[in-house]
């Protein structure tokens, strides 16, 4: 590992500096949990680290019911997913922060790392795809906004220019007769990448029949986190039923382009998309009729997809 | 390259000082600088949890903080469980429960647990094996483990007096 | 035969008339592991030390054309700089070696690769600086210059004719000598019983499959670590890792050319062995970058570097053929067995042919094995070596066969059950054990009739037997003042044998467990003791401390007699008492008469030096139910209970953490874990992400049900216990698969994706 020297701003201005002056050989650091291991490997080099922590705006979790979630992209999942708000308003997104690694992980990472290590099995992604989360990135013309599903370009890589880096990411307050739900698979409980993920979000008529919106985004199957767009739109204007699901599967499926590697076969991921799809569809239609309540994280059960249900 | 970088913090309640290199991880330099060799290295990439410290009460892996990111700030170790009276509960446990064999990973499953049991004291089985899972252990199969957890959970709740006294005797 | 559930919370002790033996006091090492006081070889820190960092072929097989290592030695914090050639050579000392230079040349190749690398991983050189950073810096530098040859990691692919070979000179050994061709199948055996085509013959049913298993390693937590310093006088101490200090020595004496007399091991405690820490990767190498640099060198290696470079075991091929007639007799069986030994000969294929078919009476068979060497990190011992594979195909197998039968998979073993003075193919006759009473208590225990509902949820058993081992033990025990003792032994403590060996000698000598105090002495203070490893610790070293404590009573005797004047013959020891026949008033506690010593004529040491030539064989029923997932084939362990002959528990706690670590392992072997490699001979997955070992999260309570049987030539009937229960899991699970989704499985690990093709979905 090529050693690196650390710096830990206390504004974003002081920030974007560092990384404006440092350019590609600069890395903001929040959590550590991807970039210290890159590092130790050698799958990246920087001379500087810049420590994102002490910045006010990254630390905050604020919400109002009208304008929604703001998450600081220095928040670890582990306060995350304590926080009373965030739990009530957005289960989808403790379902994927609490499961990204286990609790010493959560201790440290946070979505907005999730976010710009840009991995496609990044699990924080789909579900803040779906519910139509948009990324603060401030560099050293001002602050622009980002929609989350256009954020990742390429495995490991952004959006961000050199010089600019993840404030906050911001979710639109939650609708009523709305729900979402994030499911992946993996091979044991806990502790590993996701061989695939799926997100739904779906907007119910108030008298529940009829689906009006819906999203669907993908995990491990494409270069990058996926909105997968034909499969949400096929729900639009139908019922919520297993056929419904069913058909939102097989779009989604088509959808994806995953790839073999050490964690799963092409055919496996494809298979499992349509499972997971089809999973997290139930589940986001039980919460849009409040029927499944948030993980407590307390006595939660791993939430990638066990039986039948979602 | 700069100057190492003077870090000043709080370790098992003590105040500490060091000198180290910017990209030194807080478990390089709780062994190698400040001599705490009580947590170890299992991977150094953040899968086993054998590093496991608290951080502010917060359960991390060492591996992957920095050491200079604890500047200010309060870090217990495995070291730091037990006092001049004796054993923490969670430790007590682990020992009347012979849950330990090699004991590598014992000292991560310390922490972790009392991460846990000082945020749910009663903890059902599902979630302490939830919970544990980022603490690989070999030797146990997590059974003796898991029951350490739960045995501790109860004699928590009345933690303050020591309840350990001597080698291998318990008070009563 | 006794048994006792001793799964949850029973704190009950054996009711064998013993004061100590089978009760459950705290470990002796216990506090030291709690409080982080306990020295790991990672955690020795000597003045002076420098941080030694070892360069590694990134490619799988290639001839070493040059290494330069001059920058490298000019980096600033750079003490030394070594390669093979530092190393004695084996050519130097072919005279003395005779047959061993063969072996012996291996043996350094792995430590430092001289002409080839056959492996990713494979050490090529080795740097010592003052930190650990400035050493990895130093790799960077040096350059290896590499003609790249083609690779082979399958073993069925090595043993081709067009297959690349490792070692152009190397044979096939068998019984006919060593075949002039070479050959990527270092050796071959056959095994025969009786007649096996008549057996065949005889059959009505006849069910043959062939099974994969892949490479798994270890999985130890603790990474190998070596420290090593020289002295002015050039007597080398070395803290090492290992699983057996005189083993080690053994191997650095040969390696670096030293009499064994000049080199001193001090073994640190262990963070998790299982045979893998038998042979020395690191300290060899940290003792040539020592001398060098004229300071103390300490190497650890990572986490991947575990992975690629030390001693994973063998994946395999194995072929199994059974026959039973309608009535439920087994009437032949047959194997093959190709077994990785990895880039140099020695695959463990031997002692799992030796225990595939070893619980059952099978009047004919046949048995092939073959060690086929491959692209890949030397094999090492895992734990039962070579069972688990062998185990898992002929467990299926019976399976099967029984279900073809209509028999109930128990029922049919213990018709077939072997028994004492049954002959197993390769000739080895059992002597007393508890196969039978094993497989019959699983029968019986509730889990195996508790009713089992729902949908693709299935119960699976599996069967296993471990030969264990004896061999060499030196102890000593010297009696203090204060009426405890001393008690030394040369066995390193893996599994709490610290406990378990004070417990025989506090038994033995009337005292109690806190009246012995335990230690592990290194190689200039006690005799040559064998390694922990083959489940030996607690019988043979339990032996040899029972042996010293039997010494020390007879001395203590003789001081007694001494003091009352009366022959030594009449003096006996009970409860801890010395008295004697000839005179009804005098009686000495042993505690008074330690405290007399001094006076009387001086200390007492007991001695217990043993070889030890018989042991007592282990046999194991796995129970588990399991659920799996039909559309994403995911595994859920419902409940799973281990059944095993243990002949004697000496300490149950213990033996239960035995009995779930093993169990746990074969789970992760059974599901989840095997080296992945791509057609480079990359392996893939060296790190815990990608090689996954079971989490507190993947496996339910393990119930464990030890059974007794004691084998009757130990003096307190003890059977090695840490083998056996890594035999039966995979089997057990596959068994329990075929009968949750109707599909038997042919390949470890049984992963998600591999079920879901066994069932079709994809």
Redesign the interface.
């Known amino acids: 590992?090529r050693?690196?020297?650390?710096q830990?701003p206390t504004s974003i201005g002081e920030a974007v500096a560092l990384l404006a002056d440092t350019g590609e050989r600069a890395r903001p650091?929040a959590?550590?949990?991807d970039l210290?291991?890159q590092?130790?490997?050698g799958l990246l080099e920087v001379d500087l680290?810049v420590?994102v922590?002490k910045i006010p705006e990254l630390n905050r979790i604020s919400f109002h019911p009208v304008e929604g979630l703001t998450v600081g992209a220095a928040v670890?999942c582990?306060v995350l997913c304590e926080h009373p708000d965030v739990r009530a308003a957005y289960p989808a997104l403790i379902d994927a922060a609490s499961i990204i690694?286990?609790?010493?992980?959560q201790?440290?990472a946070t979505i907005g790392g999730n976010l710009c290590n840009a991995a496609p099995s990044g699990d924080a992604i789909p579900a803040m795809i779906v519910v139509g989360a948009t990324c603060t990135v401030a560099g050293p013309g001002g602050t622009r906004a980002v929609p989350v599903e256009t954020f990742c370009t390429a495995p490991g890589r952004t959006v961000l220019g050199e010089d600019e880096m993840l404030v906050s990411i911001r979710f639109p307050a939650p609708m009523p007769n709305s729900g979402a739900r994030y499911l992946r698979?993996i091979?044991?409980?806990?502790?590993?990448?996701a061989v695939a993920g799926a997100g739904a979000w779906v907007l119910l008529s108030d008298d529940h029949a009829q689906i009006t919106d819906a999203r669907i985004a993908l995990a491990a199957v494409a270069p990058t986190p996926l909105l997968a767009d034909a499969a949400g739109a096929s729900l639009i204007g139908k019922a919520p039923t297993e056929d419904a699901f069913a058909e939102a599967a097989k779009l989604a499926r088509e959808a994806a382009r995953p790839i073999g590697?050490?964690?799963?076969?092409e055919?496996?991921r494809r298979?499992?998309v349509g499972?997971l799809v089809k999973r997290a569809l139930r589940g986001a239609v039980r919460r849009a009729t409040g029927d499944l309540a948030t993980p407590s994280g307390?006595?939660?059960?791993?939430v990638q997809?066990?039986?039948?249900h979602g | 390259m700069a100057n190492k970088t003077r870090v000043c913090a709080r370790v098992n309640g003590e105040q500490v000082e060091f000198l180290c290199e910017p990209y030194q991880s807080l478990l390089e330099c709780l062994r190698d600088i400040l001599g705490l060799t009580g947590t170890k290295d299992g991977c150094n990439d953040g899968n086993c949890g054998a590093c496991s410290v608290l951080l502010d009460g917060q359960l991390v892996n060492s591996c992957l903080v920095l050491g200079v990111e604890i500047e200010g700030r309060e870090v217990t170790t495995v070291e730091g469980l037990a006092d001049w009276r004796g054993l923490h509960p969670i430790q007590l446990a682990v020992v009347e429960e012979d849950a330990v064999q090699c004991g590598y990973c014992t000292p991560g499953i310390l922490i972790a647990a009392k991460a846990l049991l000082d945020r749910e004291p009663n903890p059902s089985e599902r979630r302490i094996r939830t919970w544990m899972a980022g603490n690989l252990c070999r030797c146990t199969g997590y059974d003796k483990i898991v029951r350490a957890i739960m045995r501790a959970a109860r004699s928590c709740a009345q933690y303050d007096p020591p309840l350990y006294n001597g080698r291998n005797k318990a008070r009563r | 035969m006794r048994k006792k559930e001793t799964g949850r919370a029973d704190q009950s002790t054996l009711t064998g008339g013993y004061a100590v033996i089978g009760t459950r006091p705290p470990r002796y090492d216990a506090v030291d592991k709690v409080t982080g006081r306990a020295l790991y070889g990672p955690d020795i820190r000597l003045p002076g030390l420098l941080h030694g960092k070892v360069l590694r072929s990134p490619h799988a097989h290639a001839r070493i054309l040059s290494i330069d290592t001059t920058c490298a030695e000019a980096l600033p914090g750079v003490y030394a700089v070594v390669t093979a050639e530092d190393l004695p050579r084996a050519e130097d000392r072919r005279a003395r070696l005779g047959e061993g230079a063969v072996n012996f040349k291996y043996l350094c190749d792995n430590i430092l690769a001289s002409a080839k690398v056959l492996y990713v991983g494979h050490a090529v050189a080795a740097v010592a600086a003052s930190t650990p950073h400035i050493a990895e810096q130093a790799l960077a530098l040096i350059d290896v210059e590499y003609s790249l040859l083609p690779a082979v990691v399958d073993v069925l692919e090595a043993t081709r004719d067009t297959a690349p070979l490792l070692h152009e000179h190397m044979g096939t050994r068998s019984l006919a000598g060593e075949s002039r061709t070479p050959s990527n199948t270092a050796s071959h055996f056959q095994q025969v019983k009786g007649d096996p085509e008549k057996g065949f013959a005889e059959a009505d049913v006849v069910v043959e499959r062939e099974f994969r298993t892949a490479t798994v390693h270890q999985g130890y937590i603790e990474p190998h670590a070596g420290t090593a310093i020289w002295g002015a006088d050039g007597r080398l101490t070395v803290y090492a890792t290992t699983q057996g200090a005189f083993t080690a020595r053994d191997q650095l004496a040969e390696l670096l050319d030293l009499p064994m007399s000049r080199i001193r091991v001090v073994p640190t405690e262990v963070g998790g062995a299982f045979g893998g820490k038998v042979t020395t990767y690191v300290e060899t190498v940290a003792a040539l970058l020592s001398r060098r640099a004229g300071r103390p060198v300490k190497i650890v290696m990572s986490r991947s570097e575990v992975f690629l470079a030390s001693g994973p075991t063998s994946g395999t091929a194995i072929r199994v053929k059974m026959g039973a007639t309608r009535a439920g007799r087994i009437t032949a069986a047959q194997a093959e067995l190709y077994y990785e030994a990895g880039a140099y000969p020695g695959s463990p294929v031997g002692s799992g042919a030796g225990v595939m078919f070893g619980p059952y009476d099978i009047p004919h068979g046949q048995i092939d094995g073959y060690d086929v060497v491959v692209n890949k990190p030397k094999t090492g011992s895992y734990r039962a070596p070579g069972g688990t594979p062998a185990n898992s195909a002929a467990e299926q197998v019976i399976d099967e066969l029984a279900e073809r039968i209509g028999m109930d998979p128990l029922e049919f073993r213990m018709l077939n059950s072997a028994k004492e003075g049954t002959r197993q193919i390769d000739g080895a006759v059992h002597t007393h054990i508890g196969c039978y009473e094993v497989l019959e208590t699983a029968r019986e225990h509730p889990h195996y009739s508790a009713p089992l509902e729902g949908p693709h949820r299935g119960r699976g058993v599996a069967h296993a037997y471990w030969g264990n081992w004896g061999a060499q033990s030196s102890s000593a025990i010297s009696v203090n003042a204060d009426g405890t003792v001393a008690m030394v032994t040369g066995s390193v403590d893996l599994t709490g044998t610290r406990t378990s060996l004070a417990m025989q000698a506090a038994e033995a000598l009337g005292l109690t467990l806190e009246q012995i105090v335990p230690s592990v002495a290194d190689t200039d203070s006690i005799g040559y003791t064998e390694v922990s490893a083959g489940s030996r610790t607690t019988v043979a070293t339990g032996q040899s401390v029972v042996k010293a404590a039997r010494d020390v009573i007879a001395q203590m005797s003789e001081r007694a007699a001494t003091l009352w004047g009366v022959p030594a013959d009449t003096v006996s020891f009970h409860r801890g008492t010395f008295t004697t026949g000839q005179d009804a008033t005098k009686s000495t506690t042993f505690g008074e008469l330690a405290a007399m010593l001094s006076r009387t004529g001086g200390p007492i040491t007991g001695v217990g030096n043993i070889d030890v030539q018989e042991w007592g064989a282990a046999f194991g029923t796995h129970i588990v139910d399991l659920e799996v997932d039909p559309e994403t084939g995911k595994v859920t362990i419902l409940r799973y209970t281990v059944v095993q002959d243990v002949g004697r528990a000496i300490h149950p706690s213990e033996v239960e953490g035995q009995m779930q670590g093993g169990a746990v392992q074969g789970i992760g072997w059974a599901l989840y874990e095997g080296y992945q490699y791509d057609e480079g001979g990359q392996m893939l997955n060296p790190t815990f992400l990608d090689y996954k070992l079971p989490t507190a999260l993947d496996v339910p309570s393990i119930e464990c049900v030890i059974v007794e049987v004691p084998y009757p030539k130990h003096p307190y009937g003890i059977r090695g216990v840490g083998e056996t229960p890594i035999l039966p899991p995979p089997a057990a699970i596959a068994n329990a698969i075929y009968r949750a989704v109707g599909r038997r499985m042919d390949r470890l690990p049984m992963t998600p994706g591999r079920i879901l093709e066994k069932m079709g979905v994809i």
């Not at chain 1, 590697?261 to 076969?265: A, K, M, N, S």
């Not at chain 1, 307390?298 to 791993?302: A, V």
């Open positions: 590992m050693p690196f020297e650390y830990a650091l959590g550590g949990t210290l291991v590092l130790r490997r680290v420590d922590k670890a582990a690694g286990g609790p010493a992980i201790g440290r698979f091979p044991r409980g806990e502790m590993d990448i590697d050490v964690r799963g076969t055919a496996q298979h499992l499972v307390r006595s939660t059960e791993p997809g066990g039986r039948n």
